[in-house]
């Protein structure tokens, strides 16, 4: 009966452990441009296209990129007030005055 007992007791826990550290499927993808070097089942790579696809490919530096266009919209925004304004209007209200010959 300690053992039923014992192994209710830990069913919460196993849940905690399994949404905790079970974790979801890993998202993957396929390396962009590699299949263009991939000639009679053999990877052909020369030194240029292996730093084309790391470049390509590797995650930070996406990451860095991104980094930097934020920095860049940042400036752009701190600029904005002092980029010129166009104001337009319009007024719906109709004059008539009588013509005068001086």
Known sequence: MAAGALCHAQEPLKKYWESRFGGSEVQTHEVEGLKQ????G???????????L???NYTDIQVTRLDVFTQANQVLSAKAPFD????LNFNTVRSVSPLSYA
Do not use: E, S
């Open 37 to 40: 070097h991939i000639t009679d």
């Open 84 to 87: 010129p304004t166009l104001n």
């Open 42 to 52: 053999k990877l052909h790579l020369q030194l240029r296209d292996f730093l084309a």
């Open 54 to 56: 790391v470049l390509k």
